[in-house]
């Protein structure tokens, strides 16, 4: 049996425990610094598997560092497990079925993302113990990467600054490596003060915290003409302030999640923002409390990771779905609106879309496209990726064309299509590590990739200086 064979049936064996420890995390839809069980349950698989666990790591109580081996290269695997508000849906139908209404659902499907990463990191374990081979591979189980930014904090506390290579996935309808970067984000409140007063008998005594949150609102959605195409500007009102339209409201609250292509153009989008915000403070004669709540680096793409990638992609082929699978692939596919299902298709060249006509699930693999340009989102991978040289892949979970953030992605993440596309995630990153541990110099020629990418510039940590995991709410 050669070296990949024997990783691959160290991994095979061990399905069946990834499959519960996925969907157990899926029922736990734990948010944000809250994966408590979640967390819990993965450094106890770890520990069995002989991994030395830190728990707690970077300040974060759901977060920890797992590591076996000794010796270069060191290899990390990254894993997230946080849900998402109000998602909650039945598992594995192809209807909308919340038991449930309010509670949380894994509708990014990161109770696969944290477990295929830590099948692969069990396969690379495996693979040092059986052949002696120097190297280190360490798993990092990264909280809150919706919107509380767990990588952010390990970074600053330096966490990932002795890996060699980061590797990483992330559940989706196709099979890619994700060789793009992202928007850089920060997120803020602005809390608004003014006074009540009878909304009838004294208008004029009062001062309006909401009206200040609506010329705030009105002001920004005007400042979108005059900012780069890239950029994006997402608000939520947090506290209008009450539920009596006859009362002066005396407190508003407003919750920014602003995005941008690099730090340097989000932190002068942060300010053109703070400005409104002072202007419609003293509009209303009101006081204002500016809060950032976080922020999110954009991802440094590796072109040299990207293809060693993208071979071992293309030796593996797709992942394989058997006729159960497909078909409720084929279910979810008639759940979705004709305008999605178009936009789906769009995406495809011509030599892809015969692969794409007809079928309701991805079981090949796309072909390699390396831009420094920035896909329409954000994730803490970056902050990572400005560290450590850094690959992903997206490894199909879903039926083709579902849409992120949905109750389908949530009856998804805990079905056997799941299961299937989070299986191959973990082979693509065990072989792609495999295949680092065997040639070090690699590790090296990404390194010095990533060297030239920055420019000389530094890591620019969006977190705010002082702030805290538990003061992020």
């Known amino acids: ?88 849906q039945t598992a594995g139908v192809a209807e909308k079925s919340a038991p449930e209404p309010g509670t949380n659902g894994h509708g990014c499907g990161h109770n696969l993302l944290g477990v295929a990463s830590l099948e692969a990191a069990v396969a690379l374990k495996d693979y040092l113990a059986s052949t002696g081979t120097s190297g280190t591979v360490r798993y990092y189980g990264c909280p809150a990467e919706e919107g509380g930014g767990g990588k952010c904090f390990m970074a600053r506390e330096h966490l990932f600054d002795d890996l060699d290579a980061a590797i990483t996935w992330h559940p989706g309808d196709l099979n890619q490596v994700v060789a793009a970067s992202t928007l850089a984000n920060i997120e803020v409140y602005f809390s608004f003060t003014g006074s009540s007063a009878h909304a009838a008998a004294s208008p004029h005594l009062g001062r309006s915290a909401l009206d200040a949150v609506e010329l705030m609102n009105v002001a920004v959605n005007f400042l979108r003409e005059h900012v780069p195409q890239e950029v994006r500007m997402h608000y939520a009102v947090t506290n209008p302030g009450g539920l009596s339209p006859n009362v002066v409201q005396a407190k508003a609250e407003v919750l920014y999640l602003l995005r941008a292509p690099t730090a340097p153009q989000v932190r002068e989008l942060f300010e053109r923002v703070c400005n409104i915000a002072k202007g419609a403070s003293l509009m209303t004669e009101t006081t204002l409390e500016i809060t950032p709540n976080g922020g999110t680096a954009n991802v440094v793409p590796n072109d040299t990771l990207g293809r060693v990638m993208q071979q071992v992609m293309e030796e593996l082929g ?87 953030h949905s109750w389908q992605v949530v009856s998804q993440s805990c079905s056997a299509v799941g299961h299937t596309g989070m299986h191959y995630a973990a082979q693509v990153m065990a072989l792609t590590g495999l295949r680092l541990l065997q040639e070090p110099e690699l590790c090296e020629k990404a390194k010095e990739e990533l060297k030239e990418r920055l420019h000389g510039m530094a890591y620019d940590c969006l977190l705010p200086e002082g702030l805290e995991p538990s003061a992020i709410h």
């Open 318 to 404: 797709g992942p394989k779905f058997d006729e159960e699978e497909k078909n409720f692939a084929r279910q979810i596919e008639e759940t979705l609106t004709p305008e999605q299902r178009a936009a789906s298709m769009r995406r495809f060249s011509p030599e892809i879309t015969p692969k794409a006509q007809g079928k309701a699930v991805s079981e090949w693999v796309m072909p390699y496209v390396f831009t420094n340009a920035s896909l329409p989102f954000s994730t803490d991978v970056g902050d990572a990726s400005w560290n450590v040289p850094t690959v992903q892949l997206m490894a199909a979970t879903q039926a083709l064309g579902t849409p992120g």
């Open 1 to 88: 049996m050669t070296e990949i064979q024997t990783i691959l049936a160290s991994d095979e064996t061990k399905k069946r425990e990834y499959d519960n420890a996925a969907d157990r995390i899926w029922g736990y839809a734990e948010t944000r610094f809250e994966e408590v069980r979640s967390a819990g349950l993965l450094s106890e698989i770890l520990e069995r598997e002989g991994f030395a666990v830190q728990n707690g790591a970077a300040g974060m109580d759901t977060a920890l560092v797992a590591s076996f081996g000794q010796g270069a290269p060191v290899i990390g695997l990254l894993g997230e497990y946080d849900a998402l508000t109000n998602l909650n």
